[in-house]
């Protein structure tokens, strides 16, 4: 069965900085990898997604996100934070072995500092 | 752009009453989900749905659950006898096709409170 794992519960950084938020996963097939964000009070919002192609891929509000099949990791990544970027981020993973659900990580709470 | 809806925003009961979470997915999508988040921890997976029939479901999803499509807009997720622990975050999501298109959009959410 898949699951996912993002090892760190908090991440703070200061306005301007690159950020990183941590995601390993773990599938039996080929993995289907998403993060989504989740500002207080409001449902998740899709940032990107890896299905196959390019491990580097990008996707909304200047977030990247780098698939690594060896070390089964799909890191969020953004060059310069924003204030604004503070939320809590999930990392999502899809098994193209099991069918059409998803089991998402327990969510890193990225503090933006100004 | 097309989005998914929910209501209520905000459903209080009092323990042992059944509730209704209404979903209405985007109009062109085929593959339906509700999930739960407790206290904005992690979000849970309760049920996936599918050509009018329930696809997978987690354990969480017992016999105090139950979905349906009663028409071709609504989705909606009952629980028949709700619990204290039953208080949480409910989100619906839909995909428009999993097996071309992967990334599932989710409602703003119903927060249950059981009493």
């Known amino acids: 069965a898949q699951s996912v794992a993002q090892p760190e519960d908090q991440v703070n950084v200061a306005e301007g900085n690159p950020l990183t938020v941590k995601c390993t996963y773990s599938v039996s097939g080929n993995p289907y990898l998403f993060w989504y964000v989740q500002y207080p009070n409001r449902g998740l919002q899709f940032l990107l997604k890896?299905?196959?192609?390019?491990?580097l891929v990008k996707g909304s509000y200047g977030f990247e996100a780098e698939f690594n099949k060896s070390q089964t990791s799909f890191h969020l990544k953004k060059p310069s934070a924003l204030v604004s970027d503070s939320a809590l981020y999930f990392c999502a993973v899809r098994d193209d072995n099991y069918g059409q659900n998803f089991v998402f990580g327990p969510g890193t709470r990225l503090s933006v500092l100004p | 752009e097309p989005e998914v809806t929910q209501t209520p925003s905000h459903q209080v009961t009092q323990m042992g009453q059944e509730v209704i979470l209404r979903c209405v997915p985007i109009s062109n999508h085929l593959y339906f989900y509700w999930y739960r988040q407790i206290l904005g921890q992690k979000v849970e997976f309760l049920v996936s749905f599918y050509n009018n029939e329930i696809s997978e479901k987690s354990e969480i999803f017992d016999d105090q659950f139950s979905v349906e499509r009663p028409d071709g807009s609504n989705f909606t997720l009952k629980i028949r006898s709700t619990k204290l622990e039953d208080s949480a975050m409910y989100f619906c999501a839909s995909i428009e096709d999993p097996w071309s298109s992967y990334e599932q959009y989710f409602g703003p959410g119903t927060r249950l409170t059981v009493t």
């Open positions: 890896y299905i196959t192609g390019d491990n």
